[in-house]
């Protein structure tokens, strides 16, 4: 192969990795503990659960469903009804601005911070 | 000589998508949605060297709408189509540039490919939070780049004419 272009290649993949660590750092540092768990279905808000308050909440209807449950400060989905059950494995998000997406079912959860909480309703 | 491309361009977008189901037969546990090697990219990437632009893009396109409506719906269309045409958008400079190989073509491709769908996610799920994968996808982007670039340029080695 050409040298100068293996050359080019190996800078671009660099260049890449660069812009990733730089995002990734970025969105690292600047991350809190959330206080609110956002569940959103189709698009829409459904509810937001206090992650400070265990919680155990099936979201979803008919055929799509999610099982979401909080506990210790952190939301995690155990039950889904998507066939690959990537929300499940996603694990635990308890930091503002981590996620656990189902993309099948639609179905989103975002963590959001107490001092930035946008909050249009609180599920006691 | 035109009855011939037809049937390498038939043949090649039925590589494709024969790529595209091998994929899909070996999911990979990695709990980031997204996340997937790019076989098929292989043949795109060899319509593209050897055949053309045009034919590249034909390529591409037709393999992602037989895929998705042969194995998946209206939601894994968006997907795709995102994925596949910025894919396209970045290689077809790089590779008219001349200045890069078939692998730093694939990786950017690649990377693209995982962008694409991450900003058709961000969208149907209206959650900008998603970007936050974005990361993991570029690097997984680059590790599957790297994979279907040496494999591509294999191929156009061993396919030269003599």
């Known amino acids: ?124 | 000589m035109k009855s011939k491309k037809i049937a390498t361009l038939g043949l090649i977008t039925a590589l494709a998508m024969i790529l595209s189901y091998v994929e899909a037969l070996v999911p990979l546990s990695i709990a980031v949605p997204g996340v997937k090697i790019g076989l098929p990219n292989i043949a795109v990437i060899y319509a593209l060297y050897r055949l053309g632009v045009k034919e590249a893009c034909a390529v591409s396109l037709v393999r992602v709408f037989l895929v998705s409506l042969l194995f998946g719906n209206a939601m894994s269309l968006a997907y795709s189509v995102a994925g596949a045409v910025l894919s396209l958008a970045v290689m077809i400079p790089l590779m008219k540039s001349g200045r890069f190989g078939v692998t730093g073509t694939s990786v950017a491709g690649g990377v693209m490919h995982n962008v694409g769908q991450i900003l058709v996610a961000i969208i149907l799920l209206e959650t900008g939070a998603l970007a936050y994968y974005l990361p993991v996808l570029c690097v997984s982007g680059v590790i599957a780049g790297v994979c279907v670039g040496v494999v591509s340029s294999l191929i156009l080695k061993r396919t030269e004419k003599k």
């Open chain 1, 1 to 124: 192969m050409d040298k100068k272009k293996l050359k080019n290649d190996i800078l671009l993949i660099a260049a890449l990795l660069v812009v990733a660590a730089a995002v990734w750092l970025a969105v690292t540092l600047t991350r809190t503990d959330g206080a609110y768990a956002r569940v959103e279905a189709d698009g829409e808000i459904v509810m937001t659960l206090p992650l400070d308050k265990d919680a155990d909440v099936v979201i979803g209807e008919g055929e799509r469903t999610n099982r979401l449950i909080i506990k210790d400060g952190a939301a995690y989905v155990t039950d889904a009804s998507c066939p690959d059950h990537l929300c499940v494995r996603q694990g635990r998000a308890s930091k503002s601005g981590e996620t656990i997406v189902c993309l099948p079912n639609k179905f989103v959860v975002t963590i959001i911070g107490g001092e930035d909480g946008e909050i249009d309703m609180v599920l006691r």
